[in-house]
């Protein structure tokens, strides 16, 4: 299953200059979700999107310029748990406290702001 994993993780989308792919990363809000596409925000990703209803991101890159496995450890650096590996607990650990994915959701006392919501 190792093996698996490694070539999900590190083969692109067939083409030259543009390629797309999509993954899962763990998340449950608008907040995350702004936080997910600001980490792939670098060059050569041209387009992110991330749902909260699949948990899965979309993604448009050169793939002369990045490589699937460098845009998992971005968003495992902004503390977001991939389907190719963990944020560390130091990462997870700055996100904010409703952002918590790894935690039972708490409903009692939880106050909204802008771009979050949760189900």
Same mark, same amino acid.
């Given at each position: +299953?190792?093996?698996?994993?490694?070539?999900? %993780?590190?083969?692109?989308?067939? $083409? &030259?200059?543009? /390629?797309?792919? &999509?993954?899962?990363? &763990? =998340?449950?809000?608008? +907040?995350?979700k702004?936080?997910?596409?600001?980490a792939?925000?670098? *060059? $050569?990703?041209?387009? /992110?999107?991330?749902?909260?209803?699949?948990h *899965?991101?979309?993604?448009? @890159?050169?793939?002369? *310029?990045?490589?699937?496995?460098? +845009?998992?450890?971005?968003? &495992?650096? /902004?503390? #977001? !748990?991939?389907? %190719?590996? *963990?944020?560390?607990?130091?990462? @997870? /650990?700055?996100? #904010? =406290? %409703? %952002?918590? @994915?790894?935690?039972?959701?708490?409903? !009692? =006392?939880?106050?909204?702001?802008?771009? #979050? $919501? #949760?189900?």
């Amino acid at each position: +299953m190792g093996v698996l994993l490694f070539v999900l %993780c590190t083969l692109p989308a067939l $083409g &030259q200059n543009r /390629a797309e792919t &999509q993954f899962t990363v &763990q =998340g449950v809000c608008g +907040m995350c979700k702004e936080r997910i596409e600001t980490a792939l925000d670098v *060059k $050569g990703v041209i387009r /992110a999107e991330w749902s909260e209803e699949t948990h *899965k991101v979309f993604v448009v @890159y050169n793939p002369k *310029k990045i490589e699937i496995a460098e +845009m998992h450890r971005l968003v &495992q650096n /902004a503390g #977001h !748990d991939t389907d %190719c590996g *963990k944020a560390s607990d130091e990462a @997870y /650990a700055k996100v #904010h =406290g %409703c %952002c918590k @994915y790894r935690e039972e959701p708490e409903h !009692d =006392g939880h106050g909204s702001h802008d771009g #979050h $919501g #949760h189900h």
